[in-house]
């Protein structure tokens, strides 16, 4: 049986589970909401505003603690491209690894990746709580333009 397809757009109207997954994560890499793909998520270089200024998703969907998912995502990332680079530096220079350069740029790895990382870490964690949690009415906010009255 074919899938249902939107009349004018002719895209489908309900999305496979990988369809789902290969939006969602293919927008979080580009550093775009999840929801709509619009760009312009953060205020500042780490900062992530309220909601996004496309569809109005509460980009912090819950009080405190919601940063614990976006810092595990980046805190495995960061450890498996260490964990990665190490042992191929390992492997490829044996017998005679380079130690020195093992030790400094371990040390520099470890607290670089985080920081270079940090930004698509969170929307990647906003990407994976909206396929676990699809969106509810009360994660959609509208904020009215600069300048309205209301």
């Known amino acids: 049986m074919p899938r249902p397809m939107h009349p004018d757009l002719h895209k489908p109207l309900e999305h ?8 969602l994560f293919g ?5 775009r909401c999840p929801a709509c793909g619009q760009s312009g998520l953060f205020d500042g270089v780490f900062a992530l505003k309220r909601t996004c200024p496309g569809c109005g998703l509460l980009l912090k969907r819950e009080g405190n603690g919601y940063e614990l ?5 980046n805190l495995v990332v960061a450890e498996l491209v260490w964990a990665v680079s190490f042992v191929a530096i390992l492997v490829w220079t044996w017998p ?24 698509h870490a969170r929307v990647l964690s906003l990407s ?12 959609l906010v509208r904020t009215p333009p600069p300048g309205a009255t209301c």
């Open 27 to 31: 927008r979080g890499l580009l550093l």
């Open 16 to 23: 496979t589970t990988r369809e789902k997954i290969s939006i």
């Open 96 to 119: 005679n690894p380079p130690w020195d350069l093992l030790q400094w740029g371990s040390a520099v790895l470890m607290v670089a990746l985080p920081l270079a990382f940090l930004r």
């Open 128 to 139: 994976l709580d909206l396929l676990l949690r699809p969106p509810e009415r009360r994660d």
């Open 69 to 73: 998912g976006s810092m595990v995502v």
